[in-house]
Every structure is written in C-alpha cells, then in structure tokens.
C-alpha cells in the first residue's frame, strides 16, 4: 500500500504528470505515453474545445532527511513538472495562438507544478479503485496558487499503474484573461478543466 502510494503519488501531480524514467527509490517509472493522456477542456459562449499536451518534463527525487522530525512521512519526495505552453495543440492553429497569448507564451514558457502532500489514500474494495488527495502548487504565467484534486489508481492485471482524474481552474486566479475572438464576439470561459488518464510501469 505504502509503495503503491508513493509510485501513484507522482503519477497524479497535475498536471502533469507524464514521466520518462525518473528515479525513484532505486526504481524507474516509465509512462506509456501511447497509452496515456493528458488535455484541457474548456468553453466558449458559441462552443466547447480540447488541447492535448504534447511537451512536458519531470524531475522527482527523494527530499533530504537531513532535518530530522518525529513523523517520518513516506511521501517525502519532490516532484516537479514543467508543461510547454506551446506544446498544446487545440486543433486549430488561432486557437492555438490565442491560447499562447492568454498565457503569455513568449514570457513564460512553461506551466509549472510543485507536488507537496499526499492528504489521504481511500481504497475501495469493490472497485478495486485506489482514491488520492494531492496538494500542490500550480504556477501559470508567473502566478502561484495551491491546488488540490483528486484521482482514482488502478492496479491493472499487467502489472501497470493507471491514474485517472481531473481538476478546474480558473484562469482568472492566475492573472489570465479567457481569450476572445471576433472583435470579442466569442468569449472563452474562465474555468478550465484538466484531465489525465496516465499508465506506468514500475522497472526494478
């Protein structure tokens, strides 16, 4: 339970969240980037869209026991995940542009996420269906906020780890105007809608 915790743990953090073979406790975790996903869905007053993420990077390492503390917590791990802003693809080149901009692309290159708490682990029975709380910090366009959200692991017969969840923000909670398009005619929602559906394998 503990080592299923600490592997799923990096699978979920937002956000990104898709792994080339970071090392963690003397083990790889590989994700199976054609058996996994990672996009943001979000509306417009005349439509709904989808981006996929197409760019993006993970560092993850064991934290410094250095400071010793009476509750020893396994989660101990720091975990960071940079997404290229123009490695979104929504389908169409000036929603591409739009978005880009919105998100000030051309002065900050990547969305950034800190992992920093795992807050509780349910497993059901029934379902089989691990569910996770993860706390972190997400850093859109040089704005800072804490996020949390929740995510269902699997353990599949295979062997593989596969993590589904999603999460809102709200762009406006990070200093971003919705883009706009037709002399503002056509006006994006402020909320978003990240989702992920990731698979991995443990390599000893």
Excluded at 50 to 68: F, G, T
Excluded at 105 to 113: C, K, M, R
């Amino acid at each position: 339970m503990q080592n299923f915790r600490s592997y799923i743990t990096i699978l979920s953090v937002f956000l990104m969240m898709f792994l080339s073979g970071g090392s963690l406790y003397a083990q790889q975790m590989v994700v199976h980037t054609e058996q996994s996903n990672l996009w943001i869905e979000g509306r417009s007053n005349v439509n709904s869209f989808s981006c996929d993420a197409n760019q993006y990077d993970v560092n993850s390492q064991r934290l410094s026991h250095a400071i010793e503390t009476e509750n020893q917590d396994t989660d101990r791990l720091k975990v960071e995940i940079n997404i290229l802003v123009k490695g979104f693809d929504c389908g169409r080149s000036r929603m591409n542009r739009d978005l880009y901009d919105a998100l000030k692309a051309e002065q900050y290159d990547f969305i950034h996420f800190e992992y920093q708490s795992t807050e509780g682990v349910e497993y059901e029975e029934e379902t089989d269906i691990y569910r996770i709380t993860v706390n972190g910090v997400l850093t859109v366009a040089g704005e800072s906020n804490t996020i949390q959200f929740t995510m269902n692991g699997f353990i599949m017969d295979s062997g593989y780890i596969r993590a589904k969840g999603e999460t809102d923000i709200a762009m406006t909670d990070y200093n971003v105007d919705p883009p706009t398009a037709m002399l503002g005619l056509v006006k994006v929602n402020d909320k978003l809608t990240v989702h992920f559906d990731l698979t991995a394998a443990i390599i000893e």
